[in-house]
């Protein structure tokens, strides 16, 4: 099966299943995704419905769940940009920044091979959050390609975390990290604000302050299934941090915003997207004449309920028990 129907097999079970549920209620994940999807789109009048966006990012969910069980189903990247900065990153040193975005876990199929060709080279590492520490050692197709390269895995909510990455880039080594996750040790007492697509959000400033300290550079990685329905990875040129860290956040940033314009659905975080907001954009402060809900969570006793109208971007607070069966 190839990876577009693969989408298109998803898509269609997503949309048979998800659209009665509309009555009853929805998984509160779920609907943290509708939410952020519908706050972020919206003020920039994307070209779908707000709700066929996030019926596709439900339905992308699933792809990348079938490929993480049924590692079969992948079967390589159709197009591969920008192969000379993989060599650029892995000869001088350097982090390859990237998102949970598209086919995320395959980035390490390009890596890998790339790591082959390299004679006395330094150990590479990939830096994950403590959950997905755990459980990648469990997914034992995905261990062995990395025991195989003699890629090693870094715990990033581990004690002086920060130092020990500081000393592989000093030492011209090289890792992968996702920009995206919200894992570190301790707050990030120093988060850096840019703008997103029409809000404005923080990220964490450590891997950028390591970054400027070193001297190394960034290399953005996106993936994703085209509008073709190829498997497409592009490594971005590789970024220098200058004195100005905002700045040269946003120049890394830029790549991912871009990509989640064209393709908002392949975002894997959506339903963790609230979070990191700093502030929504300020049409989404006006208040509706008028209460309408089109979805709302399910009822769980002791959660939260809320409703969301999708035209106006407006929340709402539910009596619990809305949609109890």
């Not at 000869?91 to 060709?117: N, P």
């Not at 990875?233 to 220098?240: D, L, S, T």
């Not at 106006?312 to 028990?321: C, I, K, M, R, V």
Request: hydrophobic letters at 35%; a negative charge; glycine letters at 6%.
């Amino acid at each position: 099966m190839g990876y577009q129907a693969l989408y298109e097999a998803c898509r269609a079970e997503v949309y048979e299943t998800i659209p009665p549920q509309k009555e009853s209620g929805i998984y509160l994940g779920y609907f943290y995704a509708l939410m952020n999807i519908t706050q972020e789109l919206l003020p920039i009048n994307p070209d779908k419905s707000i709700e066929d966006i996030w019926l596709d990012h439900l339905a992308f969910l699933k792809v990348v769940d079938r490929l993480r069980e049924q590692p079969e189903l992948y079967t390589g990247w159709d197009e591969i940009e920008g192969h000379e900065y993989v060599d650029e990153i892995l000869t001088d040193g350097g982090v390859f920044l990237t998102w949970h975005y598209g086919f995320v876990r395959h980035i390490m199929e390009v890596i890998v091979e790339a790591l082959h060709t390299k004679k006395n080279r330094s150990p590479f590492y990939q830096v994950v959050d403590g959950t997905a520490f755990k459980q990648e050692k469990s997914f034992s197709y995905w261990d062995q390609i990395r025991q195989r390269a003699g890629v090693q895995l870094i715990n990033s909510e581990q004690q002086m975390i920060g130092l020990q990455l500081y000393k592989i880039l000093k030492n011209k080594g090289a890792f992968s990290l996702y920009l995206d996750g919200f894992s570190g040790y301790n707050t990030d007492n120093n988060p850096i604000s840019l703008p997103f697509l029409s809000s404005e959000m923080q990220t964490r400033s450590g891997i950028f302050r390591i970054l400027q300290q070193t001297g190394a550079k960034a290399c953005p990685v996106v993936m994703s299934l085209t509008p073709e329905g190829n498997a497409r990875i592009k490594f971005h040129k590789p970024i220098q941090m200058t004195d100005n860290l905002s700045s040269s956040c946003e120049r890394v940033y830029a790549v991912f915003r871009e990509a989640v314009r064209k393709q908002p659905e392949q975002w894997r975080l959506w339903d963790r997207h609230h979070m990191r907001i700093v502030k929504w954009h300020a049409s989404l402060s006006e208040t509706p004449s008028q209460t309408h809900i089109d979805w709302f969570s399910k009822y769980v006793p002791g959660e939260m309920q809320l409703g969301i109208n999708l035209k106006t971007g407006t929340l709402y607070e539910l009596e619990a028990g809305v949609g109890q069966i």
